[in-house]
């Protein structure tokens, strides 16, 4: 099953997201072809300020112990994270 994390940045987070971003980038590089989809979500200013991951997981508990273990959830960065099934349509 398909699972879309997306996570959402503490305001003023930015240099937390820039000091562990190496760490996070190896972690989904870890998930190997379960990873079809990752990247920081923008403000208007175009500043990173959050995440959208979509991996094919067994489970969503799965999916909750990914976003739990993810080098910025460890460093603190996020301010809550949503998970949720889904169904790629297209293309």
Known sequence: MLYVI?????????????????????????????????GPTLDAEGNMNGSVVILDLESEEEA????SSDPYANAG???????QPWKKVLP
């Open 6 to 38: 997306h996570c959402f940045d503490k305001a003023d987070h930015l240099q937390v997201r820039m000091d562990n971003r190496p760490a996070h980038v190896e972690f989904l590089k870890s998930y190997g072809d379960k990873l079809h989809a990752a």
């Open 77 to 83: 960065l996020f301010e809550h994270v949503v998970i």
């Open 64 to 67: 909750a112990a990914f976003a």
